[in-house]
Structures are given as structure tokens and as C-alpha cells.
């Protein structure tokens, strides 16, 4: 009897071990079947920086579709193009009747290559900012749309400072931001950035990020310079995509990758291929959430890739 007594204990141990040890699995099959992971630091962000081809759609649609897929291959989770990529920025040439012009817009979300734009995104599973010519009604817009891993529209914007393209375009009116699961994002277009009220709005509005698809000028002495200060005024990232530069500025202004491809934004049917078609697929991996409206830690290693094209 008294032996059977000084082997209780000892039982008794190992089946509360057992038991907790078999609690401690079982909470975690459990969490994992509910999605309780850790979130990831970053997201990667492409960019599709293409030359344009005036007023064919169908040209640039299947351009920057098989740059899409490389850039989902490579695992990016959002894909942006440039400003105006369907029409290659056709507001730019005047000499276009006005009739051909308008007809380049199409309505979102009825329109064939917005279909074509949400059926990839669903096929790829990322989410794409993809910048075209909106038409609604008698009004024409240049806009960006955000489409989600499922092809549905997540958001749209529609640039609102329009200088020379007045004369035929509609300007935006607001600064929304839309959310994802990176966090709220604000999309807004070329000139835009030039507009401290109009980037402050998105940042008031709450967005983590902002990714500018842009056609304008670029580099160095003109663009550069201006992404900073908005960045470094509002203590934001912003992403910035256009046919010759990709570039990123961080929360204190700095720039953290900067490519120019080219001097070009526009090149002909027959450039195709060429030396003048210049065109890469950029990647960055964004810092997630709150901390990118924290103040830069420039010491931080952040993984950046460009693949050519």
C-alpha cells in the first residue's frame, strides 16, 4: 500500500502535464483555424513603370497585363500603374478630335478593359491601382480605381487639380481613403501632390499610405523634392509611379528608393521593343499600419527589388 501511495504523486504529475500540454495544442489549432497569426511587418507594393502609347488602349492594356503578372509572380500584394495608362494620358495631345477623345473613357465599373482590370486582379488574387480615362455621362475623369483580390471595386478617385486638362476633363472633389487589410490608403494623381490642402486631406481622413500613379514631370529637380515634402509634412510614405521614375519617400521626407528609367513618357507603335521602351517592374516593401505614420527610423532594412522587363 505504501509504495502504491509514493507512485500517486508522481502519476498525478505527469497527467496535469499531459492534460495542459493537450489544452496548449488544441488552443492552437484552434487559433490558427480562426486566422490568429501574427501580422506581417510589411507589404510589398509594385510598381508598373511603362512608356505609354497614345490613345491605344489595347496596346497598353496587354503591356502592362503581362507586367502585372510578373509583378504578382514576385509576389507583390499591391500592383500600381501609372497615370492614365489605358489611354497613354491621350489629354495631353489637343490635336486629338474631340469626339475620339471622349470615346476613350469608359464607364466604371461597365467598362470592357475595367472588367479585363477586375477579372486579373481576381485571377492574381492582389490588390491593383490601375489609372484610366472614367467616362459618367457627359463628364470625363482622370481616375484611379483600387481593385481588390476578389475583382471588386474597392475605390476609386478622380484626380482634382487638372490644369491644362480642364478643357476637356471634370475635376474631382474629394480626398477619401479606403481601407485594406495593410491599412487605409489614399490614392491620388500626379499634379495632386503639388497641392499641400488637397495631400493633407487624405492624411486628415486617415490614410496609413499614399500611392500616387503620375504622367507629369519627374526626377530629381522638379518631382522629387515636392513627393518629399509632402511626405515630410504629413509623416507618411508615398509611392510614386510614372512612365520614366519610381520613387518612395518616407515619413521624414527621405528618399528611400528612387529609379529613373528613361527620359520619355510616350514612345510610337513603331518604338516597340526598342531602346526607347524602357519599362521595369519596381518593388517595395512598405513598413504596415501605424508605423508608417510614425517618424522614419532610417537605420530600418527595407527590402527593395526592381526586375527588368
Not at 518631382?223 to 509611392?239: A, G
Not at 505614420?293 to 527593395?304: E, I, M, V
Amino acid at each position: 500500500m505504501r509504495y502504491r501511495n509514493m507512485l500517486l504523486p508522481p502519476l498525478l504529475l505527469l497527467l496535469a502535464g499531459t492534460m495542459v500540454a493537450g489544452n496548449a495544442l488544441a488552443q492552437s489549432a484552434a487559433s490558427q483555424r480562426k486566422g490568429d497569426r501574427s501580422p506581417p511587418a510589411t507589404v510589398r507594393v509594385a510598381g508598373i513603370v511603362l512608356k505609354w502609347i497614345r490613345a491605344d488602349k489595347e496596346a497598353n492594356f496587354r503591356r502592362a497585363e503581362a507586367m502585372i503578372r510578373q509583378a504578382a509572380a514576385s509576389d507583390a500584394q499591391i500592383v500600381c500603374t501609372t497615370e492614365c495608362f489605358l489611354d497613354g494620358y491621350a489629354i495631353a495631345d489637343k490635336s486629338i478630335p474631340l469626339p475620339t477623345y471622349r470615346d476613350l473613357g469608359e464607364p466604371i465599373p461597365e467598362g470592357e478593359h475595367f472588367r479585363r482590370l477586375a477579372a486579373l486582379a481576381a485571377e492574381l488574387r492582389i490588390h491593383l491601382v490601375a489609372g484610366m480615362l472614367e467616362a459618367d455621362g457627359e463628364n470625363r475623369y482622370n481616375t484611379a480605381v483600387l481593385l481588390g483580390p476578389e475583382g471588386k471595386l474597392l475605390g476609386k478617385y478622380r484626380k482634382q487639380k487638372l490644369g491644362h486638362e480642364r478643357v476637356r476633363n471634370s475635376s474631382g472633389d474629394s480626398s477619401d481613403v479606403f481601407p485594406t487589410p495593410f491599412g487605409r490608403v489614399g490614392l491620388m494623381i500626379c499634379a495632386d501632390r503639388t497641392e499641400q490642402a488637397i495631400v493633407r486631406r487624405f492624411c486628415d481622413a486617415g490614410a496609413d499610405f499614399l500611392i500616387c500613379p503620375s504622367g507629369g514631370m519627374f526626377g530629381p529637380k522638379t518631382n522629387d523634392p515636392i513627393v518629399q515634402s509632402r511626405s515630410r509634412e504629413n509623416r507618411i510614405h508615398i509611392l510614386f509611379v510614372h512612365p520614366a521614375e519610381f520613387l518612395v519617400t518616407g515619413p521624414d521626407g527621405s528618399i528611400l528608393e528612387r529609379t529613373i528609367l528613361g527620359d520619355r513618357l510616350l514612345i510610337t507603335p513603331d518604338e516597340l521593343g526598342g531602346q526607347r521602351d524602357q519599362n521595369r517592374v519596381f518593388f517595395f516593401d512598405l513598413p504596415l499600419h501605424s508605423a508608417a505614420r510614425k517618424p522614419a527610423d532610417a537605420t530600418a532594412t527595407l527590402r527593395n527589388a526592381a526586375i527588368r522587363h
